[in-house]
């Protein structure tokens, strides 16, 4: 787990994280893998102006290290500097959209292929505690009852797979 902290006042901003991560844990066993206290988690986003950037959670984004991907983008960014805080985060987000990065196909391909098995993964998770709830209440589950279910449940899955209140309505069968 990643602390990070962010104190302000009229004058100043300062910001601090914790060095530790682990790798080779998954959402089945979190205790697996092992725990590094050495990694950057707080960077500059500026050469010649004071803005940082915290990162948590994954170190990379589609296998490539957030710290190479943001000294590319103070490399882009050069001396140009914005009238807001803000304008860096666009600018940065814009960047990473950008096709002057150059992602190799295979670990997008990579990425594709482990984000829809999450995400099928855990409709299925979904579904059979759904048609298990439905099993205890002694309802009648047959396919039709089950492609209700699916389709409800894939129906409330917001854009990034995270999941919302879903299947609070019970199917009849």
Not at 17 to 31: E, H, I, L, N, R
Not at 68 to 91: G, H, Q, V
Request: proline share 4%; charged share 25%; net charge neutral.
């Amino acid at each position: 787990m990643t602390s990070e902290i962010a104190i302000m006042n009229k004058l100043a901003v300062a910001l601090a994280a914790d060095s530790a991560a682990s790798v080779g844990t998954t959402d089945a066993d979190p205790q697996a893998g092992k725990i590094h206290n050495t990694v950057n988690k707080l960077f500059t986003l500026s050469k010649v102006h004071p803005v940082g950037i915290m990162i948590y959670g994954r170190a990379d984004l589609v296998g490539i290290p957030w710290e190479i991907l943001i000294k590319e983008y103070r490399r882009d960014l050069s001396d140009r500097s914005f009238p807001k805080l803000e304008n860096y985060s666009d600018d940065f987000l814009r960047f990473l959209a950008r096709d002057t990065i150059r992602i190799p196909v295979e670990f997008e391909d990579a990425a594709f292929a482990h984000q829809s098995a999450a995400y099928l993964v855990s409709v299925r998770d979904a579904v059979n505690e759904k048609i298990s709830d439905l099993a205890d209440a002694k309802s009648t589950v047959n396919d039709e009852v089950v492609a209700v279910v699916l389709s409800t449940i894939v129906e409330v899955r917001s854009p990034n797979g995270r999941r919302r209140h879903c299947c609070r309505t019970p199917v009849r069968g």
